[in-house]
């Protein structure tokens, strides 16, 4: 049976480091505030020159050269971004010219916050599917260009940057204990689209638009939405919270991310955060949590690890994979 084993992951953050403290002078706001609502201390933000492409294209080559392989190796790049760089061409094409790639296929994926989990799924279908063997899985974003900055409710939440992982078909015996991807979920509810979108857009209003949230509603739904697509990894699986060795979710918000460990009975140390030093970084958040996490060590070959997210759409899904 072919499983997608993770061969190499990256990751790019813009240089320019924006402090709560920094955010005082934008709008009306505190650290303190911040802080206690959301786990965030600081947010990278792209500066000139900077684009989701620039960032994404970072990650890819960091991700590359852990794997050992080059751009001649991969066969699809798939690009989780809802902060293109144009409308079209997709940003995935854009990183593939960046890569000097110039064979096999490249397309984004769109699915806000979740995008990095719905990537990921769709390249391990591909490669499941025997039509791709190595797949360059990205999640960039530059949110910060869609934020309207004299919105305090929504533009202290986010940041830039971008992560990549290298996929890659193995053979195995098909069981729990083989690595790659175990199990994926992907969910979405179109009811919900006005609690979290971007209110321009070429079709509609002709303008890029800002990012519009009720920061609220999504977090009413969000822990309910997170445990729901993980208990689905659980019933397919028979594994359980006592298996995982990592737990990376999307990082929205602290709150957010300890209500849903908690209410899965996963341990405090086995949670991977980053919110605290990137902010909601939207589709890169994961591999960024990843890159770090596998990067310092923590994540080991071998090790049981969940990913999860939930975002605008609402999106949300869940993948389980063994490293
Ligand atoms: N600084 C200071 N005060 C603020 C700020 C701020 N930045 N923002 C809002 N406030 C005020 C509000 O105006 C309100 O004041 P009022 O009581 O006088 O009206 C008060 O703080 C409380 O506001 P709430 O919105 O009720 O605060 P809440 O505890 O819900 O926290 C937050 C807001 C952090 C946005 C929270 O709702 C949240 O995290 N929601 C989930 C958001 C999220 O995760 N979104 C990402 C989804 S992923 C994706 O797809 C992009």
Same mark, same amino acid.
């Given at each position: 049976?072919?499983?997608?084993?993770?061969? #190499?992951?990256?990751?790019?953050?813009?240089?320019?480091?924006?402090?709560?403290?920094?955010?005082?002078?934008?709008?009306?706001?505190?650290?303190?505030?911040?802080?206690?609502?959301? #786990?965030?201390?600081?947010?990278?933000?792209?500066?000139?020159?900077?684009?989701?492409?620039?960032?994404?294209?970072?990650?890819?080559?960091?991700?590359?050269?852990?794997?050992?392989?080059?751009?001649?190796?991969?066969?699809?790049?798939?690009?989780?971004?809802?902060?293109?760089?144009?409308?079209?061409?997709?940003? &995935?094409?854009?990183?593939?010219?960046?890569?000097?790639? *110039?064979?096999? &296929?490249?397309?984004?994926?769109? &699915?806000?916050?979740?995008?990095?989990?719905?990537?990921?799924?769709? /390249?391990?279908?591909?490669?499941?599917?025997?039509?791709?063997?190595?797949?360059?899985?990205?999640? /960039?974003?530059?949110?910060?260009?869609?934020?309207?900055?004299?919105?305090?409710?929504?533009?202290?939440?986010?940041?830039?940057?971008?992560?990549?992982?290298?996929?890659?078909?193995?053979?195995?015996?098909?069981? @729990?204990?083989?690595?790659?991807?175990?199990?994926? *979920?992907?969910?979405?509810?179109?009811?919900?689209?006005?609690?979290?979108?971007?209110?321009?857009?070429?079709?509609?209003?002709?303008?890029?638009?800002?990012?519009?949230?009720?920061?609220?509603?999504?977090?009413? *739904?969000?822990?309910?939405?997170?445990?729901?697509?993980?208990? &689905?990894?659980?019933?397919?699986? #028979?594994?359980?919270?006592?298996?995982?060795? !990592?737990?990376?979710?999307?990082?929205?918000? $602290?709150?957010?991310?300890?209500?849903? /460990?908690?209410?899965?009975?996963?341990?405090?140390?086995?949670?991977?955060?980053?919110?605290?030093?990137?902010?909601?970084?939207?589709?890169?958040? @994961?591999?960024?949590?990843?890159?770090?996490?596998?990067?310092?060590?923590?994540? $080991?070959?071998?090790?049981?690890?969940?990913?999860?997210?939930? #975002?605008?759409?609402?999106? !949300?899904?869940?993948?389980?994979?063994?490293?």
């Amino acid at each position: 049976m072919i499983r997608s084993v993770v061969r #190499g992951f990256g990751a790019q953050l813009p240089e320019r480091i924006m402090k709560n403290r920094d955010l005082e002078g934008v709008v009306e706001t505190s650290d303190d505030w911040i802080v206690q609502r959301t #786990g965030i201390r600081q947010r990278h933000i792209a500066g000139d020159g900077e684009t989701t492409a620039s960032l994404g294209e970072g990650a890819a080559r960091a991700a590359l050269d852990r794997a050992g392989m080059t751009a001649a190796d991969i066969d699809l790049i798939i690009c989780a971004t809802s902060t293109p760089d144009n409308t079209f061409p997709a940003t &995935a094409v854009n990183i593939q010219n960046r890569l000097g790639m *110039h064979h096999g &296929a490249a397309f984004d994926v769109q &699915a806000v916050c979740s995008g990095f989990v719905f990537a990921m799924t769709t /390249a391990d279908t591909y490669i499941r599917a025997g039509m791709a063997k190595r797949v360059l899985v990205i999640g /960039a974003e530059t949110f910060s260009r869609i934020l309207d900055w004299t919105d305090r409710t929504t533009c202290v939440l986010f940041g830039d940057g971008a992560g990549a992982v290298v996929l890659e078909a193995e053979e195995g015996e098909g069981t @729990i204990a083989d690595r790659g991807i175990l199990t994926a *979920h992907l969910r979405s509810d179109g009811a919900h689209r006005e609690k979290l979108y971007v209110d321009g857009g070429p079709s509609t209003t002709g303008t890029v638009g800002h990012l519009r949230m009720e920061g609220r509603e999504v977090f009413k *739904h969000a822990v309910g939405m997170i445990t729901d697509v993980i208990e &689905a990894a659980y019933a397919a699986t #028979g594994l359980g919270s006592a298996d995982i060795d !990592w737990f990376v979710p999307h990082q929205a918000n $602290k709150r957010i991310i300890d209500a849903s /460990a908690r209410k899965l009975g996963i341990d405090d140390d086995k949670v991977v955060i980053t919110v605290d030093r990137h902010g909601n970084t939207s589709a890169a958040s @994961i591999p960024l949590a990843l890159a770090e996490a596998a990067g310092d060590g923590r994540i $080991k070959q071998g090790d049981l690890v969940l990913l999860e997210a939930m #975002g605008g759409g609402f999106t !949300w899904g869940s993948v389980l994979l063994r490293w």
